[in-house]
């Protein structure tokens, strides 16, 4: 009596089930997937690679005289702008050195590119230590974006 | 008993269906690796691109005259194992200065060879890596008298070289920068003959300056710009005329409202180019002591054995193709010397007493027609 019952049940065929489980599967990733990249934070690249990286490549000389900050490109990244860390005593400011000198370059210093600063001194006037710290343009899925390095690549001037 | 009871709970517990649970490890299993994929994926570094050990540049030579023609001469060897194509080219103007940061590559006289490539300079028009070990080469710029002086050089050799893509890369090999100092002892000597105001060509202004309310013209004096008359009409055409460079008077007289610079260049003209007593934009002659060819045609010799100081050979006298000049025929006095340096005649004397006597004055060029004589030359 029970095996009749049990070969009465009905049940989807095997080729269907597969089918089916296929095409879950292939929607639910999609949903997760859109849904975990919306979440996640997007990577900035820059010559194809994560700008972290292309921090690691930038080279450039800074000096700092009679109230002028000189920097030189030689490295073969361009440098779209320098942070500035003014430090005086046990605290400090950054400030972008684009916009504390109306001199900087449109686009930033590229390759081979060198720049100097007017007087500068009534802006950093008190500071002990500049530490300056490029800023690389990269792209994103939303365009391009600027990314400042860590600290550890650049440079510190005494003042 | 206890075996139905044990049925009765398996029975109550409820669970995923195996199938579910499947799609759901896969699932993830999926999702998980393209996300990790997609940000892991810009962390693979490309290849850095460097410069290879042994590019290396070396400055011969140097010079740099703050008070002339204001050109810097720069002589240029690879003593390097390989090929280079361009440098960079860095100066300070101030000794205060410790990092170069003058870009002197805008200002590169590109006839006397060099061509500008960005920030760079090349030594061939053709942008490869030509510049082999041994080879030199020698080039001028023309530095503004806005810059002042000269005191450090620093050259950085560059080079072309191919990325992990197979992309013509332009790479700085700054590892190998080398500095040079330029014009030691050489001072800039303040242009301010006739001025009151206005730079003085060593990155100053000459003194005393204009009082409040006048303006300092393009010769470097003042006037009142409210109370002057100026030309009518008053535009540079109308002012400057011919004039392709110099200086041009806005109006007549004391009332006037100073001068403008004539031309492009403020006054000055382009690269390769001075501006001569007329007032108009001439060539400029490579004489300058150095014989580095292409010489301009007005140019027969330069700095070498027997050239006069306006890069001419002797009456009597050929071109050697070294910069100097060989006899060809006749004799060539001391006479002959002095008239071509511009004096009336010449003599060979035994002292300085009996040139001066004579009123004239020993000229070092011309010992070498007088034996063990003098050569004196008068006006």
């Given amino acids: 009596m029970n095996v009749r019952k049990r070969l009465e049940k009905k049940g989807i065929s095997p080729v269907i089930a597969t089918v089916l ?14 849904w975990f990249k919306s979440l996640s934070q997007e990577a900035i690249t820059k010559f194809g690679e994560n700008v972290q990286l292309t921090c690691q490549k ?25 942070d500035v860390k003014i430090s005086t005593g046990g605290n400090y400011n950054t400030d972008n050195l684009s916009a504390m000198s109306g001199n900087w370059p449109k686009g930033g210093i590229r390759q081979g590119g060198t720049f100097q600063s007017g007087d500068l001194s009534s802006q950093i006037s008190g ?18 974006q600027t990314y400042a390095c860590d600290q550890q690549y650049g440079q510190i001037l005494n003042v | 008993m206890g075996f139905k009871r044990t049925r009765k709970n398996i029975k109550k517990r409820k669970a995923v269906s195996v199938l579910i649970g499947y799609v759901l490890l896969i699932v993830f299993a999926i999702v998980i690796s393209i996300g990790v994929y997609s940000w892991l994926k810009t962390y693979v570094p490309s290849t850095t691109l460097s410069c290879k050990d042994g590019v290396s540049l070396f400055i011969k030579g140097s010079s740099f005259n703050a008070t002339g023609a204001r050109q810097l001469n720069i002589t240029i060897k690879n003593n390097g194992r390989f090929n280079v194509a361009a440098y960079f080219i860095y100066a300070t103007n101030s000794t205060n200065q410790s990092l170069p940061v003058l870009d002197l590559s805008p200002y590169l ?32 710029f023309n530095i503004p008298y806005a810059m ?35 014009g030691e002892g050489a001072q800039c000597i303040p242009q301010c003959t006739g001025k009151t105001c ?14 409040t309310g006048d303006t300092c013209d393009a010769s470097g004096l003042c006037f009142n710009s409210i109370t002057c008359t100026p030309a009518s ?40 180019f001075f501006c001569n ?31 006069l100081s306006n890069c001419q050979c002797p009456a009597g006298y050929n071109p050697d193709g070294s910069g100097g000049c060989v006899a060809s025929s006749g004799t060539y006095s001391i006479d002959d010397y002095c008239k071509a340096e511009g004096y009336s005649f010449g003599t060979c004397t035994a002292n300085n007493g009996g040139c001066q006597n004579q009123g004239g004055v020993l000229v070092s060029g011309g010992n070498a027609y007088c034996g063990s004589s003098l050569g004196c030359c008068i006006p």
């Fill in chain 1, 21 to 34: 489980l296929v095409a879950m599967v292939i929607v639910i990733a999609l949903i997760i997937f859109l």
């Fill in chain 1, 58 to 82: 930038v080279s450039f000389s800074a000096d700092y005289a009679n109230g002028a900050i000189s920097i030189t490109n030689n490295g073969n990244v361009p440098i779209y702008d320098i």
């Fill in chain 2, 148 to 182: 002042g002086n000269i005191y450090t050089l620093q050259v950085v050799p560059a080079l072309f070289q191919n990325d992990s893509n197979n992309r013509n890369m332009f790479v700085s090999c700054s590892d190998d920068k080398i500095n040079q100092q330029v």
């Fill in chain 2, 198 to 211: 206005g730079p003085d060509g060593c990155g100053g202004t000459c003194s005393p300056g204009c009082s």
């Fill in chain 2, 277 to 307: 007593s007329t007032n108009q934009c001439q060539a400029t002659s490579t004489c300058n002591g150095v014989w580095s060819p292409p010489e301009s045609t007005n140019v027969q010799c330069d700095g070498g054995t027997n050239c």
């Fill in chain 1, 127 to 144: 500071a002990t230590q500049l530490t300056l710290i490029p800023v690389l343009l990269g792209t994103s899925n939303n365009g391009q």
């Fill in chain 2, 233 to 272: 009409p008053a535009t540079k055409s109308a002012i400057c005329g011919s004039q392709t460079c110099g200086t041009a008077l806005n109006g007549t007289g004391s009332t006037s409202c100073g001068t403008i610079f004539c031309g492009d260049y403020g006054g000055g003209c382009q690269s390769g």
């Fill in chain 2, 109 to 140: 006289d590109s006839s006397h060879g060099g061509e500008q490539f960005g920030n760079a300079v090349l030594f061939s028009p053709l942008a490869d890596n030509s510049f082999a070990p041994g080879d030199q080469v020698s080039h001028i």
